[in-house]
């Protein structure tokens, strides 16, 4: 179990409501931490999902579990990969890396709302659970990782040249996130 709700910060509101679409890139996305076994030690993998096109627009791979190498890392990334725009719910569980100041300064430095799960509820964040559940059941189960290395050699070879561009899924229409986010920036040209 990865997540750490035993804290004194504060927790944000349920903003999702487990509403998991989302008609145009960056109004929702969703994030968490999971953790990965190899040989030399567990591998912790924080991902941050846009639920428009279900891609993994940010990440982060750590062998420890400091909101620095987790989550402030991932939003990061994210940031960097995708464009904020007015009204962004990020959400999350309740765990410390998100509800740490070091995280929400990240959050409010870029006017994103926070949003967090209800107490113990895993089916709040359910899309993030399920691409963990993906990666695990197509990719780590069967592999034996020697060391956190080979861990991060394969994990990244797994979302950047599988998961987000070549995978279908059936809550896309059984197009790939790569396919899905090409058509709506071309919609938002469109659009402006």
Not at 40 to 51: A, E, H, Q, R, S
Not at 169 to 177: E, Q, R
């Amino acid at each position: 179990m990865t997540t750490d709700s035993s804290h004194s910060y504060g927790i944000a509101e349920n903003l999702l409501q487990r509403d998991f679409s989302a008609d145009a890139l960056s109004q929702k996305w969703v994030g968490d931490i999971t953790y990965i076994h190899t040989d030399k030690g567990w591998l912790y993998l924080t991902t941050v999902i846009d639920l428009a096109d279900r891609k993994v627009i940010g990440w982060s791979l750590s062998t420890d579990m400091t909101a620095k190498n987790t989550s402030v890392e991932a939003i990061r990334m994210a940031i960097k990969n995708r464009r904020v725009k007015d009204g962004l719910i990020f959400h999350s569980d309740r765990g410390i890396q998100y509800a740490c100041d070091e995280f929400r300064e990240v959050i409010v430095e870029n006017r994103i709302l926070q949003s967090m799960s209800r107490k113990a509820n895993c089916w709040d964040n359910s899309v993030a659970e399920s691409f963990f559940k993906t990666l695990k059941a197509e990719m780590v189960y069967h592999r034996k990782f020697m060391d956190q290395q080979s861990a991060k050699l394969e994990i990244f070879g797994y979302i950047e040249g599988f998961y987000n561009t070549k995978r279908t899924h059936s809550a896309l229409g059984y197009k790939t996130p790569r396919q899905i986010e090409e058509m709506l920036l071309e919609k938002e040209k469109m659009a402006a």
